[in-house]
């Protein structure tokens, strides 16, 4: 139960004002863990996003190093014959 800081009426854990006089109670803890759980499942969610860009960029500089080395050697394979 809250109690009211004003008029000392016992209102319910969820009230957001006093049901006697009206006067704003404290925010309920719930609503403040839902608020941390929502900013931290949003920095997982960006860490994922970087990983999935960085692997991409790794993988496309691998394959234009690969034909980029491809290419070299191919053409002195054939400048030889």
């Known amino acids: 139960m809250k109690k009211c800081p004003k008029c000392g009426f016992e209102n319910t854990e969820d009230s ?3 049901e006697n006089c ?13 608020v941390d759980h929502t900013s931290n499942s ?3 969610s960006h860490q994922k996003v970087i990983m999935i860009l960085s692997a991409v960029i790794v993988i496309l ?3 234009i190093l690969f034909f980029l080395g ?12």
């Open 61 to 63: 500089v691998a394959l």
């Open 70 to 81: 491809a290419r070299s050697g191919h053409s002195t394979t054939s400048s030889n014959h």
């Open 16 to 18: 957001l004002f006093c």
């Open 42 to 44: 949003q920095d997982k």
């Open 22 to 34: 009206g006067t704003k109670l404290d925010q309920p803890k719930i609503t403040q863990k839902r």
